[in-house]
T-cell receptor, first 112, second 117 residues
Framework: GNSVTQMEGPVTLSEEAFLTINCTYT??????LFWYVQYPGEGLQLLLK?????DKGSNKGFEATYRKETTSFHLEKGSVQVSDSAVYFC???????????FGTGTSLTVIP | EAGVTQFPSHSVIEKGQTVTLRCDPI?????LYWYRRVMGKEIKFLLH????????ESGMPNNRFLAERTGGTYSTLKVQPAELEDSGVYFC???????????????FGPGTRLTVT
């Protein structure tokens, strides 16, 4: 079956630090992979996505590469800001595209 | 374009009571989904509508949960009677994509936080 395992939080970083949030997956077929972000008081927003192996998704300075050989989609950012404080969810969608499978979410707090 | 909206934002009810959550998807989106996040755990799929029809309700926990989508527009999720374990955040999402297509984005609402005491 499909599942996503995500790095446990919470994570606290100083401003301008490097961020990595690990995500690995189990899937049948060829899933698409996503990172969603939830800012305080808001809904989930798509941060980035990748639809096939070796694709790199990027947005707002965040990047993640779809690694089929390691079944991973780790989220990285070179220099975090206070405004990046949020909960980050890794997710996959199977080729039928009907439902998303999410990880448990990782809470990130960036301090000045 | 208005996003996905959900009402109420918070609901506190006693065990045994009934609660109805509402979701208004983005106009023109035929696909509507309900998900739930229980405290600290993953967001889990509940069900999927295509227009007014239930496409997949494999994630519905039991028959205390009833979802409807009147006329293929807004959707309601009723919990009757509510139990303590129903507490969590209920998310609604919508998408334009066709079933079978790759990687179409789902647009999520802010969620309804349900607390059953």
């Amino acid at each position: 079956g499909n599942s996503v395992t995500q790095m446990e939080g919470p994570v606290t970083l100083s401003e301008e630090a490097f961020l990595t949030i690990n995500c690995t997956y189990t899937a049948t077929g060829y899933p698409s992979l996503f990172w969603y972000v939830q800012y305080p008081g808001e809904g989930l927003q798509l941060l980035l996505k990748a639809t096939k192996a070796d694709d790199k998704g990027s947005n707002k300075g965040f990047e993640a590469t779809y690694r089929k050989e390691t079944t991973s989609f780790h989220l990285e950012k070179g220099s975090v800001q206070v405004s990046d404080s949020a909960v980050y969810f890794c997710a996959l969608s199977g080729y039928t595209g009907n439902q998303f499978y999410f990880g448990t979410g990782t809470s990130l707090t960036v301090i000045p | 374009e208005a996003g996905v909206t959900q009402f109420p934002s918070h609901s506190v009810i006693e065990k045994g009571q009934t609660v109805t959550l509402r979701c208004d998807p983005i106009s023109g989106h035929d696909n509507l989904y309900w998900y739930r996040r229980v405290m600290g755990k993953e967001i889990k799929f509940l069900l999927h509508f295509v227009k007014e029809s239930k496409q997949d309700e494999s994630g519905m926990p039991n028959n205390r949960f009833l979802a409807e989508r009147t006329g293929g527009t807004y959707s309601t999720l009723k919990v009757q009677p509510a139990e303590l374990e129903d507490s969590g955040v209920y998310f609604c999402a919508s998408s334009r994509g066709l079933a079978g297509s790759f990687s179409y984005e789902q647009y999520f609402g802010p969620g309804t936080r349900l607390t059953v005491t």
